[in-house]
Structure formats: structure tokens, C-alpha cells
DNA sequence: GTCTATACCCTGATAGAC
DNA sequence: GTCTATCAGGGTATAGAC
């Protein structure tokens, strides 16, 4: 403890600052975009700490990554505990499954303030990344997660195929990347110059969690039909038995 | 026209090949992961070719993206004519227009066998590149088409605010976006290993469809609460003035 | 006009001195 | 742990061959 010298102070910092760095960066150009160089020279470290630290640009963006999206998801199943523990056996409400899920996920970044949002784009960002190595880290760091929200939704709509469950699922997920990506993606559909992004991040779960919401409980496509007009048209629901 | 010289008729074929090299590099690779020494390479030409005709990567990948994109939105745009046509001045259903939009993505995709299939998770990739430039590309090249829809829609659910349609046409991006950009994504939900991808794709438009049907049609998230809790969760809908 | 060869500066990565 | 030097590979630009 004495022991903490300024050697090993300084090294906790150039972690630190190197990662906080390569978040910004990251965030602001794409995996692709960022160099080593710029990160290492906003976090004001040479260009080889950063392969020192991490090994290399990929192991570096996995560890931004982690940070964050470690929390988050610790997050998610902690609330989906806490729900499905007062639920006492029953199944849950899909409503409270999606809140558990995607509200968290908005709710964590509102409260991060910039910081958050920031987050919620590299986030948004990194789910569209094509890069291989990216997914790869990404289902290992939801495997968890995933399962366990799969289950919950398996429980809460009995009469829904499990297979249709998780095209949904992975639907939704969909939805909510681009809404989170930024608003830059926004910018393909409307026209406006909505000054007021930060506004619309608080009104955009209500509208996200309502979209989900209607997708997820859609009436069921025709089996097995490959009819190329649908015709769940009406507000024919599924009637229980 | 007897002055169609060989040079000419390389000309022509230079063009071409690189740009149908440069169509499953980019598929295969992304954008940043291609190279234009790879493209050049397996087109066969010299490398400041590829610079010669289209002057940058980037616009090299804009001439891939719009050769195939305009096909498609002008197809897009047709059919649309079409059932307004029909419709004589009535609005459309909901489910006319994003089969319109949506359908003929996947059926023109479906249509074309393979070719298509490379198509369509190339416009999947791109629709969620991270890059700036591309979505200045796409943000022209959809313009148009947009445009039309948005009012399409407008005028098919006329008590839905259009602030809250053009969200929902967002999300419906995001999630269609997804779900072509490959079986990859699906991953991150899914553990089969499904070989029957290609089965799927003919599945995949009846269950897209209810899927965006429903989050479009989805009751109105209440008003300017910025309450977490979304209660839209029965079948309340919107009362008509 | 078309195409080639070549050079320029950037990137990520690595080895070795301190 | 940190830094310097160096490398192969990337996109881009241009001068010159046909």
C-alpha cells in the first residue's frame, strides 16, 4: 500500500486515460476510423503504450467496450431478478420484459447525462459494426443476458412459437440500434434539424417501448404460407384459450 | 458506332469488372475491411484504375451502391404509383405500403438467387455503416422514395401524429436493416446453426411484416409523459375526434 | 482518353534500447 | 513501463506510356 508508488500511479493512469480516450475516439470516428495515434495523442501517452496496455486496436476497443457494456448488463439482470422474484413464479408481463431490457438500457444513459449518451451512441454504433471480431465479442458479452430475457419472453407468451420470439427479439434489437445509433441515422427519414436531440432521448423510450411492444405482439404471419401479402391487417389478436 | 473501337469495348469492360469486383469485396469485407488493391486485383486491372474511374474508394463504393439501389427504390416508387393508382385517391392500408417498401426489397432480392442474396446483405451491411459519407450517399439516394412513403403513410393513418410516424419508419429501418444484413447478426439471439438460411429468406418477409405492422400500428405512447413505465399495454387505441 | 508505374503519407504492429 | 525506429500494407495523386 505504501507501496503505491508514482511508477505504479502513473500506469493506472495511462490505462485510464488511454481507455477514456479510445472511448471518445471510437465513438466520434467508428472502430475503423479511429487511429492509435489520435487516441494515444488526446490520452497524451506514446503511440506504443497503447499496444503495451491492450495488445492490440481491437483488444483495446474490446476493452472500451466491456467497461461499459459489462455494467449495463449486470444491470439487466439484476432487474429481471428483481422482477421475476416479486413475480413469485408467474410469468412476466412482455411489457415489463422490454422495460427490463431496453428501458434499462436508456434509463442507465439519461442518467449518465453526456457521458451516457455518449455511451448509448458507441453502443448504438458498435451493435452495427460489421466487423467480425466485433460480434464476436459482443455474443460473448450478452450470451448471459440474452438467454435469460429469451426465457423470460418464452414464459410470457406461451402461445407464441419460440422461434417467432427470437426473430422478434432480434428484430427489436434492430430497431433499437438505430434509434440509438444517433440521430445522424434519424436524419435518412426526416428532414428536420431538431436542435433538441437531448429532449428526444427522454421521449424516445415511450416511443421505442410502444413500437417493441406492438411488434412483439403482433398477430402471428400466416404458418407456413409463403404469400407475399400479408393479411394481418386487422386487429384480429390472438384469442386465448 | 464502327468507331467502337477495342479500346472502347475494354473501356466498357474495365468499368465494369471492377465495379462487379468491387460489389463482393465490399460484401464480403465491408467498406474499411476491402482494399482497392484486392478489388483491382481480382478485377484484373491496375490499381490507379479503380482511381481513373471513379476517383476515390468512396466513390467507387457509391457507383456499387447506386447501380443496385436505384433498381430497387425505382421499383419501389413504381409500385406505389401503382396502388394509388388503384386505390383512385383513397389512402392505402398500412400494410400496402410497407409491403411496397419492405416486400419488394425482399422479393426483388428473393428473385435474383444468389445475386440477390448478395445484394441484399450488402444494402443490410450498408444501411448500417457507421461511415459519414455513406450516409450522405444514401440519405440522397433515398430521398425521394421517402419522401413518398412518408406521405403515403401519412395519409393512411391520418390520427397518428406524423412526428410519431416518421419514428416508426425509423425503427421499421432499423429492424429490416438487421434482419438482411445477414445471419450473422442473428447470432447474437439464436444459437442454431441453421444451414436452411435460404429457406428462411422466403420466411423472413411474412415475419418481418407483422412484426413492423404491429410496432407501426402500436397504441400511441402516452402523450409528453416522460414516465418509464409505458402503459400501452392492452389493445387501448387511439379514440377518433 | 485509358491505363500503368511509381511515389507519398498514413495506418497498425513490432523489436529493442533505456 | 516507456519510448524510438522500423516495417508492411493501406488510400491517394501524378507523370508518362499507349
Known amino acids: 500500500m505504501g507501496a503505491m508508488t508514482e511508477a505504479a500511479i502513473d500506469n493506472r493512469d495511462t490505462r485510464e486515460r488511454i481507455l477514456d480516450a479510445a472511448e471518445a475516439v471510437f465513438m466520434a470516428c467508428g472502430y475503423d476510423g479511429a487511429s492509435l495515434r489520435q487516441i494515444t495523442g488526446e490520452a497524451e501517452v506514446n503511440l506504443a503504450a497503447g499496444h503495451y496496455h491492450f495488445g492490440s486496436k481491437e483488444a483495446l476497443f474490446q476493452a472500451v467496450l466491456n467497461r461499459r457494456l459489462h ?21 412476466l408481463k412482455p411489457s415489463q420484459i422490454l422495460d427490463a431490457f431496453f428501458g434499462t438500457l436508456l434509463r442507465m444513459a439519461i442518467a449518465h447525462g453526456d457521458r451516457g449518451q455518449t455511451f448509448l451512441r458507441l453502443i448504438g454504433r458498435t451493435l452495427t459494426e460489421p466487423a467480425e471480431f466485433i460480434r464476436t465479442v459482443l455474443s460473448k458479452e450478452f450470451a448471459d443476458v ?40 434519424l436524419r435518412l427519414v426526416t428532414d428536420w434539424q431538431t436542435g433538441a436531440i437531448d429532449d428526444d432521448l427522454e421521449r424516445l423510450l415511450p416511443r421505442l417501448m410502444s413500437f417493441l411492444l406492438g411488434g412483439l405482439r403482433a398477430p402471428l404471419p400466416a404458418a407456413a404460407s409463403p404469400n407475399p401479402q400479408p393479411r394481418g391487417n386487422g386487429r384480429t389478436r390472438r384469442k386465448k384459450p
Open 71 to 91: 455494467v449495463l448488463n449486470q444491470e439487466r439482470l439484476r432487474v429481471l431478478d428483481e422482477m421475476e422474484a416479486k413475480a413469485g413464479g408467474a410469468p
Open 146 to 185: 440474452l438467454e435469460r430475457y429469451k426465457a423470460a419472453l418464452f414464459r410470457a407468451l406461451p402461445e407464441v412459437p419460440k422461434e417467432e420470439i427470437v426473430w422478434r427479439f432480434h428484430f427489436m434489437l434492430g430497431a433499437t440500434s438505430y434509434a440509438i445509433a444517433g440521430t445522424d441515422t
